[in-house]
Structure formats: structure tokens, C-alpha cells
């Protein structure tokens, strides 16, 4: 028992000293933990209601009382700020469980049942990769509306196929292996064997890409919010922030590269920790192999 409690400990000792192996991996985990922060919160430290509107202060420079300014109806960028941070990452969040958790049972029984079952999920799942993630995803905004959670969940449905291509291709890697096969030859059902035997053994390249796709589900939620076809107003959002600022940009240049500069920091960020877990993960990157 403490043997196998030291070879745990030294297994997650390891993970972490490979993921912050890098010294930006942890400036960008301290980013990103500074703004999950600072979302969770917004609503006790915003100075103002972000949807209140004072046409007695519009377009106003930072100030002591605003200090990053108003926008166009007079309402507090820094308030609006903290709530669109709380938009962008649960929009991520959200849209990349449902992506995953779709994906990897569609990619699961393609390739545990293959057959006309394998031939019909890969099939569509080819279709609906031949169509940008973004331009499917406006498209399915126009037939169910925008808002937090429409927008999460098709951004989600959007980025289905390539979590079932990659659940395929790792099922089909680990299902002929030789503690599968015995785990068969004991009467497991289908559903004990995909769930306890195979999907745990295909869980490195899930987390890796499950990660590395937050960051471009928020840059598409903020890419949405820019066409005017995503959060809709009043409700705060980093890309309609810089949609609204890009009116003004020779007059108030903050209104939008303020949001724009935030946006990119977030996704930097994301996507630099991303690459910090495809480090612990793979066997090869850590020279094991």
C-alpha cells in the first residue's frame, strides 16, 4: 500500500515538474488563475452595474471615478470588463465539456462497433469538417438564438468532430490490446469495456486537446460577439466590447484594444498551459520512449 501511495506521489511529482518546466508555462497559469479570480469576483468588486447606462457620462476617459472610462451609453468599461470575463470562460468551459463528452462517445462506438455504425458517425463527422467551426456556428446561431448558453453549446456541436476523430483513432490503437481481449474473454459487457478498460487508457491526448481548445472556443465566442451574431446586448462580453470600441477607435482607442488585449492574453495563456500538459502527457515529449 505504500509503495503503490509513493508511486503515485512520484507519478504526480513528475506531471508537475514537466508541465512547469517552463517558466512561462507558470506565468501564464498565473494569468489565467488571476482572471478566474477576478470572474468569480466580479460581482463584489465591479464598481458598477455593467449594463446601467449614464448619458450624463458617455464616452468618458478613464477617470477616478471610472477609471478605465465609459463607453457610448455611459457604462463603466471596468465593470463590464470583470463580467465579460466571466462570459468568455464559461463559454469555454461549457462548449468544450460538450464538445468532449459528444465527440468521445461518437469516436468510442465508430470505432468499438465499426461497421455501418463506424461508416455512418465518420461519414457525418467528415461533412461537418468540410464546414468551418465558425461558420457552422453562426449558422446554427441564426436558427436557435444567441445568449450564454445557446452560445456555449453550439460553439460545442461546432467542435464535435475532431474530439470524434481523435477518440477513434485512440480506441482503435487500445481495443486489440491484450488486457482488453482478456477483459472480453471474462464476459465484461460493451459498455463495461469501452468505460473502465478503454477510455481510461485514452485519456492523455483527450485532456491535452480539451485544454488547448478553451482558448480558441473563447476566441471564437468573442469572433461571434464582433459579427454581432453572439452574446447579445446588454449582456457583458468581450467581444462586443471591441465591436462597440472599433465605432470610436480614433476617439477612445481604449474601449476596444483594452477587451482585444485582454482576449489575447487569455487565449496566450490557455493555450501556453495547453502545451505545458501536452509536456507532462506525452511520453515522448519527456523522453521516456
Not at 69 to 88: E, F, I
Not at 127 to 150: E, I, K, Q, T
Not at 212 to 240: D, H, K, M, N, R
Amino acid at each position: 500500500m505504500a509503495k503503490e501511495k509513493n508511486y503515485r506521489y512520484e507519478g504526480i511529482s513528475r506531471f508537475f515538474r514537466a508541465m512547469f518546466g517552463r517558466k512561462i508555462v507558470i506565468i501564464c497559469t498565473a494569468i489565467v488563475l488571476i482572471i478566474i479570480v477576478l470572474a468569480i469576483l466580479a460581482p463584489v468588486i465591479a464598481p458598477y452595474d455593467p449594463a446601467a447606462t449614464d448619458y450624463y457620462h458617455m464616452s468618458q476617459k478613464p477617470s477616478m471615478e471610472h477609471l478605465l472610462g465609459t463607453d457610448a451609453l455611459g457604462r463603466d468599461v471596468l465593470s463590464r470588463l470583470l463580467y465579460g470575463s466571466q462570459v468568455s470562460l464559461i463559454v469555454g468551459v461549457i462548449a468544450v465539456f460538450v464538445a468532449c463528452v459528444i465527440g468521445s462517445l461518437l469516436g468510442m462506438c465508430a470505432a468499438y462497433f465499426g461497421g455501418v455504425v463506424d461508416v455512418v458517425i465518420m461519414r457525418t463527422n467528415e461533412a461537418l469538417r468540410c464546414v468551418p467551426a465558425v461558420v457552422l456556428a453562426m449558422a446554427l446561431v441564426s436558427v436557435f438564438g444567441g445568449g450564454v448558453r445557446n452560445i456555449a453549446i453550439i460553439l460545442g456541436i461546432s467542435t464535435v468532430p475532431g474530439y470524434a476523430q481523435m477518440m477513434r483513432a485512440q480506441v482503435l490503437s487500445v481495443v486489440r490490446r491484450d488486457y482488453v481481449t482478456a477483459a472480453r474473454l471474462q464476459g465484461n459487457s460493451s459498455i463495461r469495456l469501452l468505460f473502465k478498460h478503454i477510455l481510461p487508457n485514452c485519456l492523455s491526448p483527450l485532456i491535452v486537446m480539451m485544454t488547448q481548445q478553451v482558448g480558441s472556443t473563447i476566441l471564437s465566442e468573442a469572433g461571434l460577439s464582433f459579427l454581432g451574431v453572439g452574446i447579445s446586448v446588454p449582456t457583458a462580453s468581450w467581444g462586443t466590447m471591441v465591436s462597440e470600441g472599433k465605432a470610436v477607435l480614433l476617439e477612445n482607442p481604449m474601449l476596444g484594444l483594452i477587451p482585444g488585449f485582454c482576449i489575447a492574453v487569455l487565449v496566450i495563456s490557455l493555450n501556453t498551459i495547453g502545451d505545458g500538459v501536452r509536456d507532462a502527457l506525452d511520453p515522448h515529449l519527456r523522453g521516456e520512449i
